[in-house]
Nanobody, 119 residues
Framework: QVQLVESGGGSVQPGNSLRLSCAAS????????MGWYRQAPGSQRELVAT???????RYADSAKGRFTISRGSAEDTWSLLMNNLKPEDTAVYYC?????????????WGKGTLVTVSS
């Protein structure tokens, strides 16, 4: 089992930046892919960005050029730097970890942190 805890959400004005962080604990050796998803009110949860231990990244089109996912200096942490935030970025952001197929490819979720972008 892997436990994930997010931090860094909050309210910002359009054009500002925010950094979200995720810390994993437990059986972190299982983790193959780390990422962020978000769910806006009335919408389905969607991918924002992912990163592997080899620093291979993947971004949703809406995040390209504005968001950067990176692995933290502390082991088993990763973050999402969000620049030039827009009102449509308002959502609950979830930290996600995907276990290696050797461990069943299980997905783990954090509880989510709210990001509100409004003037």
């Amino acid at each position: 089992q892997v436990q994930l805890v997010e931090s860094g959400g909050g309210s910002v004005q359009p054009g500002n930046s925010l950094r979200l962080s995720c810390a994993a604990s437990g059986s972190t050796f299982e983790i193959a892919v780390m990422g962020w998803y978000r769910q806006a009110p009335g919408s389905q949860r969607e991918l924002v960005a992912t990163i592997t231990h080899g620093d291979i990244t993947r971004y949703a089109d809406s995040a390209k050029g504005r968001f950067t996912i990176s692995r933290g200096s502390a082991e088993d942490t990763w973050s999402l730097l969000m620049n030039n935030l827009k009102p449509e970025d308002t959502a609950v952001y979830y930290c996600h970890a995907e276990a290696d197929l050797h461990y069943g490819g299980v997905g783990y979720w954090g509880k989510g942190t709210l990001v509100t972008v409004s003037s």
